[in-house]
T-cell receptor
Framework: SAVISQKPSRDICQRGTSLTIQCQVDSQVTMMFWYRQQPGQSLTLIATANQGSEATYESGFVIDKFPISRPNLTFSTLTVSNMSPEDSSIYLC???????????FGPGTRLLVL | LAKTTQPISMDSYEGQEVNITCSHNNIATNDYITWYQQFPSQGPRFIIQGYKTKVTNEVASLFIPADRKSSTLSLPRVSLSDTAVYYCLVGLTGGGNKLTFGTGTQLKVEL
């Protein structure tokens, strides 16, 4: 199984500022996914990040608000820009598992925007 | 992706068997059924996946009837540590495919 770490694990930010979340995987993967989980809610896919190409965003999410970098096959960042209290959520990254049966998730980054 | 319906919450006691049923009436021929478990402050974790009939692993069993319009996750002899949210997903739900999470079922296990 893949081991995924995220930094920071949690943060408290002021509205109007930006936060960059890092996702590190212990193996090379072509695809990485970023999800958002709002308080008490289920997970919603933000975007798919492939190394060497622009990220693909889901409906309701735009690159200006959630820019993503994918500089190599083991690392990705998600930036939450110009934050508002509505951005308070847990942000998780995931990668495909071998054999195509599953995905492995990171521990998440808990963000609180004041 | 097929929409899923599952109970919002369930309560149980240690040592009991817990069955969580998920409805997915418009499942497609190529769709698999996958269950994930999420503990507080952690990302979801794959539990089990199946296409039809019954699948069993060291953690759970998955029962899928012939029409595949529903599925039941069975957790034998639950313990306090099984308290978590359980998500039923339908579709091409592994690997590099996008995952669509429903509301999930909050299972609470008590002594």
């Amino acid at each position: 199984s893949a081991v995924i770490s995220q930094k920071p694990s949690r943060d408290i930010c002021q509205r109007g500022t930006s936060l960059t979340i890092q996702c590190q995987v212990d193996s090379q993967v072509t695809m990485m996914f970023w999800y958002r989980q709002q308080p008490g809610q289920s997970l919603t896919l933000i975007a798919t990040a492939n190394q060497g190409s622009e990220a693909t965003y889901e409906s309701g999410f735009v690159i200006d608000k959630f820019p993503i970098s994918r500089p190599n096959l083991t690392f990705s960042t998600l930036t939450v820009s110009n934050m508002s209290p509505e951005d308070s959520s847990i942000y998780l990254c995931s990668v495909p598992g071998t054999g195509g049966r599953t995905q492995y998730f990171g521990p998440g980054t808990r963000l609180l925007v004041l | 992706l097929a929409k899923t319906t599952q109970p919002i919450s369930m309560d149980s006691y240690e040592g009991q068997e817990v069955n969580i049923t998920c409805s997915h009436n418009n499942i497609a021929t190529n769709d698999y059924i996958t269950w994930y478990q999420q503990f507080p402050s952690q990302g979801p974790r794959f539990i089990i996946q199946g296409y039809k009939t019954k699948v069993t692993n060291e953690v759970a069993s998955l029962f899928i009837p012939a029409d595949r319009k529903s599925s039941t996750l069975s957790l034998p002899r639950v313990s306090l540590s099984d308290t978590a949210v359980y998500y039923c997903l339908v579709g091409l739900t592994g690997g590099g495919n996008k995952l669509t999470f429903g509301t999930g079922t909050q299972l609470k296990v008590e002594l």
